[in-house]
């Protein structure tokens, strides 16, 4: 089965409300921006909506969140069809997800003056993290961090102001999210290297095999011809891979 040839099984999964509700996350700014001007998002997580939608044949409902976990429970609780975010074994539980079409960087950012140099220096007693509640890097540093103490956000956009109101020691976060918040509040450092690689997906609540099957060949097809590679550079984002093709 090609992604083209939606069956109508799949159709009905996809479609409980008669329409594709896709939420997107604009607290990740690789996925989407949003414009508060218009209340529009715009990113790659929107175009693969959009393409979605069309290859369905249905119309599309946008659900803009502004955190991950956002996302999350909206899958969870059917409120939308289909959503944009991380691979996280404890999401698993609740969702299916498609192998990741991006892959990006979790990386850590400390004031300029910081004796912190290296990644391995910041799990230590006394350190605190700023992260944002439930994404992909505080799950994964909740796993893995046994020394610092983590301090949370409810939202990715906000975790570097909450980093430096509260005067915590490290900031983690999304890459180009880090960057941005470099970009406007000055005095910070970005570490070298990442802390952990992020898989982005598509998920969808569980119990539609026949929906995920069509949107899992759906992702790889947006890979293989080129639609994400070219997504990302017509929105600016850099710095991210286009992932490889699931293994079969």
Do not use: C, W
Not at 136 to 153: C, E, G, M, S
Not at 177 to 193: A, F, N, S, V, Y
Request: hydrophobic share 45%.
């Amino acid at each position: 089965m090609t992604s083209s040839q939606a069956p109508s099984a799949a159709i009905a999964e996809f479609m409980p409300a008669g329409k594709l509700r896709a939420a997107i996350n604009y607290g990740n700014a690789v996925l989407a921006k949003h414009h508060p001007a218009t209340g529009e998002v715009t990113g790659v997580s929107v175009d693969l909506a959009r393409e979605l939608a069309r290859r369905l044949g249905v119309e599309l409902e946008l659900l803009p969140v502004d955190a991950a976990n956002k996302s999350v429970e909206a899958v969870k609780n059917q409120h939308v069809d289909i959503a944009f975010f991380a691979i996280d074994p404890l999401r698993a539980a609740d969702t299916e997800f498609t192998a990741a079409y991006v892959t990006i960087e979790g990386t850590y950012v400390v004031p300029q003056n910081s004796p912190i140099q290296r990644n391995e220096e910041v799990d230590r007693n006394g350190i605190r993290i700023a992260v944002a509640a439930r994404s992909a890097y505080d799950l994964f540093l909740t796993r893995n961090i046994k020394n610092a103490t983590l301090v949370r956000t409810v939202t990715s956009g906000g975790v570097t102001d909450m980093f430096l109101a509260q005067k915590l020691d490290v900031s983690a976060g999304v890459k180009q999210q880090l960057e941005l918040d470099m970009q406007r509040l000055p005095g910070l450092r970005m570490l070298p290297g990442r802390f952990m690689e992020i898989n982005q997906a598509m998920g969808m609540t569980k119990g539609k095999p026949a929906a995920i099957a069509y949107l899992r060949s759906f992702v790889e097809e947006m890979k293989a011809s080129g639609f994400v590679a070219e997504a990302l550079k017509r929105h600016g984002v850099e710095g991210v891979s286009v992932a490889p093709a699931a293994a079969h």
